[in-house]
């Protein structure tokens, strides 16, 4: 015949009362939105084929702060601000053709010869749901190309061949 199991010591009893852990809160609407569903826009051109990407990234500011030191006061020293710093707006796609308005764009601004001011843009990235509506968008006010870089090309893999393009802006608002 097995023998009893012995009872619990005092100690651990409190394990056989305590009650199960609350399940975890349902997200909230589409929080945390997925990642992989934007657009971006160029200009009044809401929905264009030549404005789709694999990859956004740069989407960000910086507040850049001055060194103060205070005669006397050895303990700290103040950090000031001094101005916004925005990084580059970086936007990845296959290459695209000739006749692109994106590379007319790009073309114009990066191989001209600047006798011509600069022609800018108002661009917008917009972070979608399931339904193709904005769950958030920022807008790149007086946006321009700094940079237009063709990724390698290698004959030992099988990739999409890529372009990337930095772009530079004035001001950027986050709208949703």
């Known amino acids: ?74 303990r700290f020293v103040y950090q000031l601000p001094k101005s916004v710093k925005h990084q580059r707006l970086v936007l990845k796609r296959g290459v695209a053709p000739f006749k692109s308005r994106l590379v007319t764009w790009c073309r114009s601004v990066l191989e001209g010869d600047l006798s011509q001011p600069l022609s800018t843009e108002l661009m917008h990235v917009h972070l979608l749901d399931e339904k193709g509506e904005p769950l958030r968008s920022w807008s790149f006010e007086n946006a321009y190309p700094v940079k237009w870089d063709v990724e390698p090309f290698r004959s030992n893999k099988n990739e999409v061949a890529l372009e990337k393009i930095e772009l530079t802006y004035l001001l950027s608002k986050r709208l949703v």
């Open 1 to 74: 015949m097995p023998s009893p199991i012995p009872p619990l010591p005092p100690i651990l009893e409190w394990l056989r009362r305590k009650p199960a852990p609350a399940p975890a809160p349902a997200p909230v609407g589409n929080y945390p939105p997925a990642a992989f569903y934007f657009t971006v826009s160029f200009g009044t051109a809401t929905r264009d084929a030549d404005c789709s990407f694999q990859e956004v990234s740069g989407i960000g500011a910086e507040m850049e702060t001055e060194t103060v030191v205070e005669g006397g006061e050895n």
